[in-house]
């Protein structure tokens, strides 16, 4: 699978947006893009996932540019619940391959 | 609708003690099960898979062992325990439909405590 690339920690001020940005340049054609996130001492929830076009759940938005090198994860008005690690995850879209972890993106939510 | 079940949720063992965590999902038939571990201040590695019943496949040597005796039920294991163990375990399932465009679903995890 595809590495990924996130920014260390970022911050956010409540009610407004997040932008989390991950980087692969190396992604194939037949890969698709995932973000889960892990709040403090729990297991990590699924937040969405896109092959190339833009995709929004209720939960955030998946911007990938036109060259599939990197993404764009919005959550439109964070809160403070919203603090956690955010995982860019890059993987095939067939086959038994694992989901693999890197260090993520700490995204904290200021009042 | 279908729910992961781990337990127990907090684990305190002394070194050299064996380990049972048990995981179970219910909703569903024929899932793909993940155990992973995650030491204090560090990632999420993945230690054991299994895409059906007695199928294990270990993506880490270590100390740790996985069964897989029932289809929804999915068993890490240890005969003694090194402190190295400590960590947070968490078991995720996903769907068994061929493509990996399903996301996982994790369960709540055991913090494993070696003392």
């Known amino acids: 699978d595809a590495k990924t690339t996130q920014p260390p920690s970022m911050d956010c001020a409540e009610g407004r947006a997040a932008n989390l940005p991950c980087n692969h340049s190396t992604i194939s054609g037949n890969e698709y893009v995932y973000w889960y996130r892990q709040i403090h001492s729990q297991g990590p929830q699924y937040i969405i996932h896109?092959?190339?076009n833009n995709e929004t759940n209720e939960m955030a938005s998946l911007i990938i540019t036109e060259d599939r090198k990197s993404s764009t994860l919005i959550l439109p008005h964070a809160t403070l619940r919203d603090t956690a690690v955010y995982y860019c995850i890059v993987r095939v879209a067939f086959g038994y391959s694992t989901l693999t972890f890197g260090k993520g993106t700490m995204l904290l939510v200021s009042p | 609708s279908q729910t992961i079940h781990q337990w127990p949720a907090t684990l305190v063992q002394p070194v050299g003690s064996p380990l049972s965590l048990e995981c179970t999902v219910e909703?569903?038939?024929?899932?793909?099960l993940y155990w992973y571990r995650q030491a204090a201040g560090r990632g999420l590695q993945l230690l054991f898979y299994s895409v059906g019943i007695g199928q294990i496949s270990s993506e880490v040597p270590q100390n740790l062992s996985a069964s897989r005796p029932q289809d929804r039920q999915f068993i890490l294991s240890s005969k003694k325990l090194l402190l190295s163990d400590s960590g947070f375990y968490l078991c995720?399932?996903?769907?068994?439909?061929?493509?990996?465009?399903?996301?996982?679903?994790f369960g709540s995890g055991t913090r494993l405590t070696v003392v």
């Open positions: 896109g092959l190339k």
């Open positions: 995720a399932w996903r769907p068994d439909r061929g493509e990996t465009n399903y996301g996982y679903t």
């Open positions: 909703g569903t038939s024929n899932p793909n």
